[in-house]
């Protein structure tokens, strides 16, 4: 135990690598099966326990190494929109196949429709936009066929915000014109856009399919999967550079401790 407390400041930043690029590869696989939420209570356990265990010291630097760890564990899951996992953009199919693959990261379309008529918005606030509202829009994706009273096989969900792209495939605007591809969306990135969806069906009398799938408009799911990779690697070097800063000033402040 008191090799692990009196690590030199080198073998503490080491031990920390590993141990914040497990967290986000525990987080990352938590978004994957939908379970981000469920994830939060441990990851906050086993980042206060590793961030502790790896600081190299007692005190002030174990404290904020331990929060360091426990917020990135907590909070990496979120980042991403498009699943880091999955690959394969499935298509062309119709609206009516796409349950049939859950995993996918995106699927191009084949003669959908988007049910504009039976659509729903509601406003939301929340801390992630500071108190500003974010208005929330889901509307059946079926296929040509598709009669009232069918099951709706996909969700397609989007949100608006003062700061929103309006020239952007996912807004709603563009939903009289179905997009060629989509990006699946699992929990917690489809937000409130499930909440909505049930709305959408209590108002017009509509049911989900077992297994309905949510998605949003994308012009290329694989830039999308792209762009959030480098996000996810980015806030890792954060962690990791802030995880060395901890370090480096704990040693630092001991150093002039012992030469005092």
């Not at 939908?34 to 790896?54: F, Q, R």
């Not at 003062?162 to 179905?178: F, I, K, M, V, Y």
């Amino acid at each position: 135990m008191q090799r692990i407390w009196m690590a030199t400041p080198w073998q503490a930043f080491l031990r920390g690598i590993p141990a914040l690029t497990g967290l986000a590869a525990a987080g990352l696989a938590a978004a994957h099966l939908d379970l981000v939420l469920i994830w939060m209570v441990p990851a906050c356990l086993i980042g206060l326990a590793l961030g502790a265990s790896v600081a190299g010291g007692t005190g002030t630097a174990s404290l904020a190494s331990a929060l360091l760890f426990a917020g990135f564990g907590m909070t990496i899951g979120l980042v991403p929109t498009a699943s880091l996992t999955a690959s394969q953009v499935v298509g062309p199919v119709i609206a009516s196949v796409i349950p049939a693959h859950p995993s996918a990261l995106g699927y191009r379309l084949a003669g959908a429709r988007i049910m504009t008529e039976f659509a729903a918005a509601r406003a939301f606030r929340g801390t992630r936009n500071y108190g500003a509202p974010v208005t929330w829009h889901a509307a059946p994706l079926v296929d040509p066929g598709w009669a009232h009273g069918d099951p709706v096989p996909v969700w397609i969900i989007a949100q608006e915000n003062a700061g929103s792209d309006p020239a952007s495939p996912a807004a709603p605007r563009h939903w009289g014109t179905p997009p060629e591809t989509v990006l699946r969306v699992g929990a917690p990135s489809s937000g409130r856009g499930p909440d909505v969806a049930a709305l959408a069906a209590e108002r017009h009398g509509l049911r989900s399919a077992s297994g309905a799938i949510y998605v949003t408009g994308s012009a290329d799911p694989e830039r999308d999967r792209r762009t959030d990779m480098r996000l996810v690697l980015a806030l890792l070097g954060l962690a990791i550079a802030a995880h060395g800063a901890i370090v480096s000033r704990f040693w630092k402040r001991l150093r002039r401790r012992k030469a005092g």
